[in-house]
């Protein structure tokens, strides 16, 4: 008990003062003000047929809670380690499924509730079947099915533990042997199994086995994280270590909320709604799915082996914040659409000719944007489906991109691809950007999808994929890119007034520069010393997305040039280093001109030009500004 931390002492707050302080306190006060309010319930005793157990101090107290982001939050003793007892039945569960899976732990263990004590002799009529994992019976029977070869059972227990918790784990070795000495009604429970068939090994062995399990040290602070991680769809919200693989977490969640506190269990769900396991060290392991895992520790039982305290900071924590797992937002669109929008106002990057936008604004509207965020779920992929359904009517072309999105659950899955399905029927088209995070769902995509499935997945990049959709209404409209000629230097808008003999001047002044697809032509940090008219082929402009993450392409596009068009003119105001990478897409022809080399007119023309090409990129931006807040 070395590392106890001092129990936090607040005045203790009275029923209403403490629901009060919930609306101004942060949940670090609130479990501060808890802890005080309960510290004083002196009901219950120490269990005392493990007598190693009896040299626990009544009152002890600790309380902490973990949330799937990993805050911990704690008051009281909430580092005092004790023996984790049957809380540990929860554990061993899922690593007996991880272990033989479910058929086969089925076969063994059932999973209904028996409403007796959890040393009873609960086993199903015939095969001896325990009742459940939850109580002594079917935990023996668990344990014993946890693998035993290269590694030993006991070494792969400690080591799960250790994923759950963060930490290395022992065992408290005299609560070991007190439970050893004494455990004969636990012996014969194991016999009986054995007499079953139900275990296969030694009942010896087995019982050995299950005491050490249940002799695990863990602190609240342990039991709060542990739970954090069931929470988090088994993964250790700190550490990031699979504790428990995500499709048996359904299963352990299962049996705690049926059966995770013995005889109290329908009590338990009804009072506080979170699955939970106790034990009879006076541990008490909470779990709201999705969202935080809660640790308590106080070891005066009631009389069905619950921790008093535990139940009570349990019964508080559901009550004052509305806790109960039954209380479940609405999964909408709402809370998945970000923000939708048509190409008519929200264009691509692509630098486009005035007959190219006109066409845009006039048609763009049958292109559609989603931006999706968040977790998709069944509610809330039906419900956005509907809405995109609906714009189907009217729209050619659907993007949705789900860079935001972090994590497809199975039915919106399996939603998104009939909706694909059915765009593909109509004959109009839909892409998935931003999925590359998305390991589930691009699979379930491409196996389904068969060959149609390369073009929803085409594009990574949402800018890219809308290029596309707008490329295609550009191209039906006729009024393709060819309608500038780049050649001629009118074309370009910092040209415009200037008499032919100064467009004479000016292509003298330059030099025609030929650059292979791929080619770079201007790098962030050159000197700015000249610009280019895009003649013919096509450039980008780009930076290195600074996005933290290594990602295969971070280069950013933030304009793709056409003929017609002009880069690196900005130096001519500041004649300082180039802010953006130019690089060649096509094989690209460019008059580069010398910002000197032009006589004084010429320039004062062409800074004129800017003036009002930037105004009116201003006005189109502030346009765009206003559309999408
Ligand atoms: N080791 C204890 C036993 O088997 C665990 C019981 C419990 O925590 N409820 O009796």
């Known amino acids: 008990m070395a590392d106890a931390e001092p129990s936090v002492t607040v005045a203790a707050a009275g029923g209403a003062g403490l629901a009060g302080a919930l609306a101004a306190a942060p949940l670090q006060d609130y479990l501060e003000q808890l802890h005080a309010a309960l510290a004083p319930i002196a009901d219950g005793a120490l269990a005392d047929y493990i007598p190693e157990l009896t040299r626990a101090d009544p009152a002890w107290f600790g309380i902490a809670l973990a949330t799937v982001d990993g805050h911990v939050y704690q008051a009281g003793d909430s580092r005092l380690p004790f023996t984790v007892q049957s809380i540990s039945k929860a554990i061993a569960y899922g690593l007996a499924l991880e272990d033989r899976g479910l058929d086969a732990v089925l076969a063994k263990i059932g999973v209904e509730p028996t409403g007796e004590a959890f040393n009873s002799i609960s086993l199903e009529p015939g095969t001896g079947r325990p009742l459940n994992p939850m109580i002594n019976a079917g935990a023996i029977a668990t344990t014993a099915l946890v693998r035993d070869d290269e590694t030993p059972a ?107 506190m013995y005889d109290y269990s329908g009590g338990w769900v009804f009072n506080v709604g979170m699955p939970a396991k106790s034990g009879v060290g006076g541990g008490i392991m909470a779990v709201l799915p999705g969202q935080f895992g809660l640790g308590v520790f106080s070891p005066l039982l009631d009389a069905k082996g619950n921790s008093v305290r535990g139940i009570k900071a349990c019964e508080r924590i559901s009550q004052d914040f509305g806790l109960h797992m039954f209380n479940v937002a609405r999964a909408t669109s709402a809370t998945v659409l970000r923000r939708s ?116 997945l085409r594009f990574d990049d949402t800018d890219r994929a809308i290029e596309t959709c707008e490329q295609q209404i550009v191209d039906v409209a006729g009024v393709a890119a060819a309608t500038v000629d780049g050649d001629d230097l009118h074309a370009h808008y910092l040209c415009a007034g200037l008499a032919d003999a100064d467009l004479a001047a000016v292509r003298a002044a330059g030099s025609e520069r030929r650059y292979p697809p791929g080619a770079p032509v201007l790098a962030v940090g050159d000197a700015a010393q000249s610009f280019f008219f895009v003649l013919s082929g096509e450039a980008e402009a780009w930076l290195l997305a600074d996005t933290g993450v290594a990602r295969a392409d971070r280069r950013l596009r933030l304009t793709t040039l056409g003929p017609g068009t002009v880069f690196g003119e900005i130096g001519i105001l500041d004649r300082e280093q180039r802010t953006a990478n130019v690089s060649a897409v096509t094989a690209l022809t460019c008059l580069e001109v010398p910002f000197d080399a032009l006589d004084a007119g010429i320039r004062e023309r062409m800074l004129a030009n800017m003036a009002r090409h930037f105004a009116g990129m201003l006005r189109e931006n502030a346009e765009l500004v206003g559309h999408l807040a």
Not at 219 to 237: E, K, Q, S, W, Y
Request: charged fraction near 25%.
């Open 341 to 456: 929008y048509d190409c008519r106002r929200v264009r691509s990057r692509r630098e486009r000719s005035a007959a190219e936008r006109a066409v845009l604004a006039q048609q763009g509207g049958c292109v559609r944007v989603y931006e999706l965020q968040g977790e998709l779920v069944f509610g809330s992929a039906e419900s956005v489906e509907l809405t995109m359904l609906a714009d189907l009517a009217h729209a050619q072309a659907l993007v949705i991109d789900m860079k935001r999105v972090v994590a497809v659950g199975a039915a919106a899955a399996r939603l998104l691809l009939r909706l694909a399905e059915r765009v593909g029927d109509s004959g109009k088209r839909l892409y998935f950007t931003g999925t590359m995070h998305l390991y589930g769902f691009r699979r379930l995509l491409q196996k389904a999808g068969g060959a149609g499935s390369a073009e929803w």
């Open 154 to 260: 006991l070494e792969r227990l400690l080591a799960t533990f250790a994923r759950y918790a963060g930490r290395a784990m022992d065992i408290d070795e005299a609560v070991f042997a007190s439970e050893r000495e004494t455990g004969h009604r636990n012996r014969a429970i194991a016999h009986l199994l054995r007499g079953y068939g139900i275990l296969e090994c030694s009942p010896e062995v087995a019982t050995d086995l299950y005491f050490r399990q249940c002799s695990i040290r863990v602190t609240a602070r342990d039991l709060a994280l542990m739970g954090a991680c069931i929470a988090n769809g088994g993964v250790n919200p700190v550490t990031g270590v699979v504790a428990l693989r995500r499709r048996y977490v359904d299963k352990v969640l299962s049996v705690m909320s049926s059966c995770g």
